[in-house]
DNA sequence: CAAAGATATGGCACTGAGTGCCATCAAATA
DNA sequence: TATTTGATGGCACTCAGTGCCATATCTTTG
């Protein structure tokens, strides 16, 4: 609310505090170092620092409220006619081109993560706003739907699990390879499995262990297995 | 480590500790109250706070360490014959009922955690250790599988989305209801999806974009659908 | 029973994150 | 030039969390 909205003229001090900090995270470790040490680094006040970052674990994950943003701005943009999980996989696609665009920063602040505990629960806390804004949207999307909400919870779930999947798979590597096209693949994995469309089931009647399912050859399997299943009434 | 595995002889001090807490929070707050407020109306010194509860925020969740010491035993003593995501509903399906043994403090707990950040932050990192233990199992039993740690980063995930959904939904009103139930029947909606098991395939001749299937409900699943896949060849 | 040790607790001082308040400096504006 | 506005620095304060040590209680051992 305070910053300046989509004015791209951003204060230099906000970079030489996350250069300076991360600089000093490197070399002694994150717990080690004390925001005084960063701001006496940087040269400047150590009130200061509190004025751009609301936090000391903030200035792990600088870039995150900007892609939040651009996250929700994505959705309101949709139109009634797209598919929801292939929005939302869209979405999903968004924050890992963030992550893409500095390779060693990402991996960088990977290896920190990793290592504090504070740290990663700061990340939970941010993943959890990415998958709040993904299930709301499906929430919406599905409101008429049988078990809309509990859907749109689920999937919404699935998607950033598929996404943290393909992440993590990449960061580990270093940062090698093509991030972009992982998560895809894990998210056409989730997206074949919560989007089914073009499957119509019709339970046999005379033998009670005989199914009939008519579908059309270009429909992914998952989509079959989801509607036979809910067809069926599983054991 | 530490603490007294199995007996079942707990400290008055940590339970008049946790008592005293939620007293002061929900009448001033949990900001509102600071750790000397506690200690001082328990009667006992600052520095045991600590000993018993790491944090201040640990107070609020006195019950979780024993529980994923619970759900690790649970799905330690799995069977290779259990069906991974039967075994993993019965293990989400343990937090609910500990959630259900207590219901005015967990609703009590649930209004707090709703409104502190710090707290739903907190909550996040012990939603994500059980997230993690469920991940674990899975990946283990899907070692041989194709994309088997996507499979179970994700089922995991969907997993605790579909409890946590059911848990929310009975804390919003207030602890009425069965939570048992409401979990099982959100349970059964992920299950269904991730572990489907029983059809056999026949593809169609005459109509090039129509496929029926014919299937008994206790085959197993995944060579039917490498054979429908086969048989149609994929998207 | 007495001495010695282990465990639980309290007290105290310290570090470090985060906040409120005010002074100061620079730039924009009248 | 005088004034206002916004950004910054400095200072003192609260409070969570830790390390260290003294003391009390309980247990083991001679």
Same mark, same amino acid.
């Given at each position: 609310?305070?910053?300046?909205?989509?004015?791209?003229?951003?204060?230099?001090?906000?970079?030489?505090?996350?250069?300076?900090?991360?600089?000093?995270?490197?070399?002694?470790?994150?717990?080690?170092?004390?925001?005084?040490?960063?701001?006496?680094?940087?040269?400047?006040?150590?009130?200061?620092?509190?004025?751009?970052?609301?936090?000391?674990?903030?200035?792990?994950?600088?870039?995150?409220?900007?892609?939040?943003?651009?996250?929700?701005?994505?959705?309101?943009?949709?139109?009634?006619?797209?598919?929801?999980?292939?929005?939302?996989?869209?979405?999903?696609?968004?924050?890992?081109?963030?992550?893409?665009?500095?390779?060693?920063?990402?991996?960088?602040?990977?290896?920190?993560?990793?290592?504090? /505990?504070?740290?990663? *629960?700061?990340?939970?806390? =941010? +993943?959890?706003?990415? &998958?709040?804004? @993904? !299930? $709301?949207?499906?929430?919406?999307?599905?409101?008429?739907?049988?078990?809309?909400?509990?859907?749109?919870?689920?999937?919404?779930?699935?998607?950033?699990?598929?996404?943290?999947?393909?992440?993590?798979?990449?960061?580990?590597?270093?940062?090698?390879?093509?991030?972009?096209?992982?998560?895809?693949?894990?998210?056409?994995?989730?997206?074949?499995?919560?989007?089914?469309?073009?499957?119509?089931?019709?339970?046999?009647?005379?033998?009670?262990?005989?199914?009939?399912?008519? /579908?059309?050859?270009? *429909?992914?399997?998952?989509? =079959? +297995?989801?509607?036979? &299943?809910?067809? @069926? !009434? $599983?054991?």
């Amino acid at each position: 609310m305070g910053t300046a909205s989509t004015n791209s003229t951003k204060p230099p001090m906000r970079d030489s505090l996350i250069a300076a900090a991360f600089q000093l995270f490197l070399e002694r470790g994150y717990e080690q170092t004390t925001v005084d040490d960063i701001v006496s680094l940087a040269g400047v006040g150590r009130r200061s620092f509190f004025r751009y970052f609301p936090s000391k674990e903030d200035v792990v994950f600088p870039d995150h409220e900007q892609c939040l943003a651009d996250m929700t701005r994505f959705l309101a943009a949709s139109a009634d006619s797209d598919d929801p999980m292939v929005r939302v996989c869209g979405a999903a696609r968004l924050v890992m081109r963030m992550y893409a665009e500095n390779p060693t920063f990402s991996v960088q602040r990977y290896r920190l993560t990793r290592e504090v /505990t504070g740290l990663r *629960t700061y990340e939970l806390s =941010v +993943v959890w706003r990415y &998958e709040k804004t @993904l !299930g $709301d949207y499906l929430r919406t999307r599905w409101a008429d739907r049988k078990d809309g909400t509990l859907r749109a919870n689920v999937a919404a779930a699935a998607v950033v699990a598929a996404h943290n999947h393909a992440l993590r798979h990449w960061l580990r590597s270093g940062g090698e390879g093509d991030p972009l096209a992982e998560v895809d693949r894990a998210l056409e994995f989730v997206r074949a499995t919560w989007s089914p469309d073009a499957v119509v089931a019709a339970p046999a009647e005379e033998s009670e262990d005989v199914v009939v399912v008519i /579908t059309k050859r270009s *429909t992914p399997m998952w989509r =079959v +297995v989801r509607e036979v &299943e809910a067809s @069926l !009434g $599983d054991d």
